[in-house]
């Protein structure tokens, strides 16, 4: 099993920066994508932004130029730095990694969500 632990959320005013952090553990396995999504209050969870392959990111369109995925493999850890933060990017922020564990079975995991609030 392939456990997710995201960090990094807060409160922010219009314009303001966060970066948000999430790091995969348990026994050995390979990641292949990482991503993050978010579920605005009364609103479909929505994918943000993905990194895979040799590092190949894509980007929902209302957050490209302000949002950058990376990732860092030799720490299982993906990043989310959002700038020019904007009051529709408020939501709770969720990370999801995918792979396949030591017997090659193939895994998606999601982490616990991390509470992203824009306000003035």
């Known amino acids: 099993q392939v456990r997710l632990v995201e960090s990094g959320g807060g409160l922010v005013q219009p314009g303001g920066s966060l970066n948000l952090s999430c790091k995969a553990s348990?026994?050995?396995?390979?990641?292949?994508?990482m991503g993050w999504y978010r579920q605005a209050p009364g609103k479909q969870r929505e994918w943000v932004a993905g990194?895979?392959?040799?590092?190949?990111?894509n980007y929902l369109d209302s957050v490209k130029g302000r949002f950058t995925i990376s990732r860092d493999l030799a720490k299982n850890t993906v990043y989310l730095q959002m700038n020019n933060l904007k009051l529709e990017d408020t939501a709770v922020y969720f990370c999801?990694?995918?792979?396949?564990?030591?017997?090659?079975?193939?895994?998606?995991?999601w982490g616990q969500g991390t509470q992203v609030t824009v306000s003035s």
């Open positions: 348990g026994r050995s396995f390979t990641i292949n994508g």
């Open positions: 999801n990694v995918d792979g396949t564990t030591a017997s090659r079975t193939p895994f998606a995991s």
């Open positions: 990194i895979r392959g040799s590092d190949s990111t």
